[in-house]
């Protein structure tokens, strides 16, 4: 499983590329990102994001978005 630092970083260029494109999903991964910082809902967050995949499509993702969350998730579940 990724680490919790490396986890942050690829977070981060997520919330960059929604950011860039005005794409309120951007929240979603802001407030992740923001449990994964404070250690209060680690478990929590990471569950969020393995069963998140459907934002992509109901969020308007890009196509370079949806390979930067399908990698998150695969690292999470590797």
């Not at 490396?6 to 990102?33: G, H, P, R």
């Not at 929590?44 to 393995?50: R, V, Y």
Request: charged fraction near 20%.
């Amino acid at each position: 499983m990724i680490s919790i630092e490396n986890l942050i970083i690829k977070l981060d260029l997520l919330i960059e590329s929604l950011k860039s494109s005005s794409n309120a999903s951007s929240t979603f991964s802001e407030n992740i990102k923001s449990k994964l910082q404070t250690d209060t809902n680690t478990e929590d967050a990471i569950n969020q994001l393995t069963t998140c995949y459907a934002i992509t499509q109901y969020g308007n993702f890009t196509y370079a978005q949806d390979k930067i969350l399908a990698d998150i998730i695969r690292s999470i579940l590797n």
